[in-house]
């Protein structure tokens, strides 16, 4: 089994999306029982909190559901558990690095480039493009190894 975690600010916005992208991915692949996938942030601001709502709105315009979602913060123990940790901006990095061992095999950026972040820019469409490149591009990494 494959574990990822995708991870934010505050979990309610890119993280959650990716998560839920992702699961939609591998489930329409046959792919869901080689994957565990969750999302987590750096941050204890949201915790308990539901996905953004136009995060939702735009999850659900491609017919993905995040209901139950609640946010949380990442912790070391999900360093022990996930094999991949993909962080969403430079920022996340550097909390992640107080957080967690620097061990860039394990958390790496979801690009090679910022995730748009809508809380700031209100562009959901293109945060979703961003964290759809991203996974496509998980997906096909694990396809071949």
Known sequence: MIKILFVC??????SPMGKYVLQDMVNKAGLAHRFEIDS??????????????PARRELNKH????EGHAARQVTMKDYHHFDRIYYM???NAR?????????PQKIRPLLNRDV?????????????AD?????????????HE
């Open 9 to 14: 600010h505050g979990n309610i916005c890119r």
């Open 40 to 53: 987590a942030a750096v941050s204890r601001e949201e915790i308990g909190n539901p996905v953004y709502p």
């Open 63 to 66: 017919g993905i559901s995040c």
């Open 89 to 91: 901006d430079r920022s």
């Open 95 to 103: 909390y992640l690095d107080r957080m967690l061992p620097h061990d």
């Open 116 to 128: 748009a972040d809508p809380w700031y820019s209100g562009n959901f469409s293109q945060t979703w």
């Open 131 to 143: 964290v759809l490149e991203g996974c496509n591009r998980i997906l096909e990494e694990l396809r």
